[in-house]
C-alpha cells in the first residue's frame, strides 16, 4: 500500500450539488495530481498541484477546481455536478513536480451523480 | 485523445501459464510505465522503462519497448489468481500528466 489516503470512500451526491474530495499526501511527496475514471476506462488526467501552485490541467471544464495546503494534502472540488461526472477520482502524490516520477495513487473515492 | 491502446481488452489463463500485454502509445515519451489495478480500486507501479532502453525485467514482469513502433509489452509469468486485475501501460511525456490506455483486464483461474 501507498501512503496515500483519500477520504471520502463513497459518496453519492444529486445533479446540480457541489462535492469536495480529499487527499492526504505520501510523506516527502509535494506534488498532488488528480485522475477521473470513469468505470471501464482508464483514469483521464484532471490536473496537477506543485507547492501549492497549479501545475497543469487536463481537458476538464473550470467547475473542476482544487487546492493544496502547505502540508501537500490536497482537495478536488467539483461544482454543478452533472450525472457524468459519477466516476472514479484517483488522486496520486509524487516527490517531484512534473513527469518522469512514479506517481502513488491513493484508493479512490467512488462519486456516485444521480 | 492522445490515450494510447493496449491488446488484448481481456485476457483469461490458468495459473503457471504466462499473460503477455501489449500496448501502442502516440506520443513521444520520456519513459513508459506499467500500473495494475484491482477492482477498480487504487493503481499500483510494477516496472518504468525509459526511452533509451529496450528491455527490463522485475521478478516475473519483463517489459519491452520499442520506440520506432511506439509499442511495449508486459510478460508476466507463471501467473498467479493474484495476478488477477487490470493493466494499464502509461505515457510518461514529462509534461505533468501520465496518459493511460483503456487497460488489459487479466483473469487467472485456479
Known amino acids: 500500500e501507498t501512503g496515500v489516503t483519500q477520504s471520502p470512500t463513497h459518496l453519492i451526491k444529486t445533479r446540480g450539488q457541489q462535492v469536495t474530495l480529499r487527499c492526504s499526501s505520501q510523506s516527502g511527496h509535494n506534488t498532488v495530481s488528480w485522475y477521473q475514471q470513469a468505470l471501464g476506462q482508464g483514469p483521464q488526467f484532471i490536473f496537477q498541484y506543485y507547492r501549492e501552485e497549479e501545475n497543469g490541467r487536463g481537458n476538464f471544464p473550470p467547475r473542476f477546481s482544487g487546492l493544496q495546503f502547505p502540508n501537500y494534502s490536497s482537495e478536488l472540488n467539483v461544482n454543478a455536478l452533472e450525472l457524468d461526472d459519477s466516476a472514479l477520482y484517483l488522486c496520486?502524490?509524487?516527490?517531484?513536480?512534473?513527469?518522469?516520477?512514479?506517481?502513488?495513487f491513493g484508493p479512490g473515492t467512488r462519486l456516485t451523480v444521480l | 485523445s492522445q490515450q494510447g491502446e493496449e491488446d488484448p481488452q481481456a485476457l483469461s489463463i490458468q495459473e503457471g501459464e504466462n499473460a503477455t500485454m501489449n500496448c501502442s502509445y502516440k506520443t513521444s515519451i520520456n519513459n513508459l510505465q506499467w500500473y495494475r489495478q484491482n477492482s477498480g480500486r487504487g493503481l499500483v507501479h510494477l516496472i518504468l522503462i525509459r526511452s533509451n532502453e529496450r528491455e527490463k525485467h522485475s521478478g516475473r514482469l519483463r517489459v519491452t519497448l520499442d520506440t520506432s513502433k511506439k509499442s511495449s509489452s508486459l510478460l508476466i509469468t507463471a501467473s498467479r489468481a493474484a495476478d488477477t486485475a487490470s493493466y494499464f501501460c502509461v505515457e510518461d511525456t514529462g509534461r505533468r500528466a501520465l496518459t493511460f490506455g483503456s487497460g488489459t483486464r487479466l483473469q487467472v483461474q485456479p
Open positions: 496520486a502524490t509524487s516527490p517531484a513536480g512534473g513527469g518522469t516520477d512514479t506517481q502513488y
